[in-house]
């Protein structure tokens, strides 16, 4: 990084409180899988918004047809009432997201980010269930706000509320505890009086926990999760806030999973532009709410609808980008397999699915060295992990094999220099 948009990053840091001291300079462009700093800088982007630009940054067709609306008057703000936009995406969610997929879900606009679609989740399953207490998963992360913050398995990150949150508890993870079958042990306390869990409105639970450490559930250990939530009538809510949108290998993070989630949490990546959107879909059967029990100003981002119908079209039209994904995502294993090997000295374990991966360091700090090391040259990549020690990999689903290659070949100078 320059000296000269350093300098220009602590003017702007004397000035407002900012959390980007990982990412020290000031950013002005943005294409594809790249960004550009105000000195003209170079970085290829293994962050995405935390999972936000899958579709990669400005992508032209998003943009066209945005501009396009914007120049008819079409319409921006329009809380619940219907409009064209909010229309052709309903539509083309429905035909080719859900109904090729088999899936029968209600959407709703929940408000424009991550933690409404989870605050709403929760709301609706206690209504559906009368019941308050949620079962959230050690080291998942749902949002910042008090329900989600409540439900997410992270005390540092709860500590923020000040006092203790209430109705929520995080069991065992998948591969929590080794070798030990945590829903085999989440059953057993349900079953059992004795242990004071009252049965929950719900589970919810992501595939693939993004902040908590990229680790990914097994497909096996969330059908039976499934199978206990159906036993004692429990609402299953899949957070796809980040593992959704084709992160994982197909849109749903849980479809090859074969499970049937009550409710299922989308935002991030479902505007398609880094626009603000979140939807919250549900079982026909919990469509349980009366006028004005969930609502909110900004629920009906219209410029967002715009880009999320053409992302989706574009897309998810047919089989080809899922394809490119899947293979992206073995890629992406082969060659950080590859930096463990060549690497013993960071005690690295690969972690992940799709293009949801990950290296964990066995080595206190190696992983926030290496993003750090990475930035200087030209890498934006963060860490996650209750300890942060994860070197997570999150790349726009649309970048190239050789954007691939270049920055794994930036991370692999990165971990030389810091176990040097
Ligand atoms: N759920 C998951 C799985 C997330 O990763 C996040 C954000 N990182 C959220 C919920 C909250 O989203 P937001 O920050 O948009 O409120």
């Not at 290829?44 to 067709?61: S, V």
């Not at 035909?95 to 606009?109: A, H, Q, S």
């Not at 079962?135 to 923020?160: D, E, P």
């Not at 993070?253 to 505007?271: H, M, N, Q, R």
């Amino acid at each position: 990084v320059q000296e000269a948009s350093m300098k220009t990053f602590e003017e702007l840091e004397s000035k407002v409180r900012s959390y980007s001291r990982s990412f020290p300079t000031v950013f002005e462009k943005s294409k594809g899988y790249k960004l550009w700093d105000v000195d003209g800088n170079e970085y290829i982007d293994f962050f995405a918004g935390a999972g936000t630009l899958n579709y990669g940054h400005n992508n032209d067709l998003m943009k066209k047809k945005l501009i396009e609306y914007i120049e008819s008057d079409g319409i921006t703000h329009s809380l619940d009432m219907g409009t064209i936009a909010r229309k052709n995406f309903l539509e083309t969610f429905n035909d080719v997201i859900l109904k090729p997929r088999n899936l029968e879900y209600k959407v709703m606009f929940p408000g424009p980010t991550g933690t409404n679609t989870v605050e709403s989740a929760l709301k609706l399953a206690r209504k559906v269930t009368g019941r308050d207490l949620v079962i959230s998963f050690t080291n998942g992360f749902h949002g910042m706000t008090m329900g989600s913050l409540a439900v997410t398995g992270n005390a540092s990150k709860r500590a923020g509320a000040g006092t203790p949150l209430t109705n929520a508890v995080a069991m065992p993870f998948d591969n929590y505890m080794d070798g030990i079958d945590s829903a085999a042990y989440i059953e057993k306390l349900l079953e059992d009086s004795s242990s004071g869990i009252d049965i929950p409105a719900a589970f919810i639970v992501e595939t693939v926990q993004g902040e908590g450490g990229i680790n990914a559930a097994s497909f096996e250990w969330l059908r039976k999760i499934e199978a206990i939530a159906k036993r004692f009538d429990i609402l299953l809510i899949i957070d796809d806030v980040q593992a959704g949108n084709g992160r994982t290998g197909t849109f749903f993070s849980f479809e090859k999973a074969g499970i049937d989630p009550d409710i299922v949490c989308l935002s991030k990546s479902i505007g398609g532009y880094g626009m603000p959107m979140a939807i919250t879909l549900f079982k026909p059967e919990h469509d349980i709410w009366g006028a004005g029990e969930h609502n909110g100003t900004f629920r009906g981002n219209n410029m967002a609808f715009i880009t999320a119908t053409e992302a989706i079209k574009n897309f998810w039209a047919n089989d080809e980008f899922e394809e490119e994904i899947q293979e992206k995502g073995e890629f992406i294993s082969d060659k950080l397999a590859d930096l463990i090997v060549k690497y013993p000295e960071i005690q690295g374990e690969l972690r992940g699915r799709g293009m949801m991966k990950g290296i964990a360091c066995g080595v206190d700090g190696v992983a926030e060295e290496v993003c750090k090391e990475a930035f200087k040259r030209g890498l934006i990549m963060e860490t996650s992990g209750p300890s942060d020690e994860v070197a997570k990999l999150l790349p726009p689903l649309v970048i190239s094999k050789d954007g691939l290659a270049k920055g794994i070949e930036i991370m692999d100078v990165s971990i030389q220099e810091v176990i040097r």
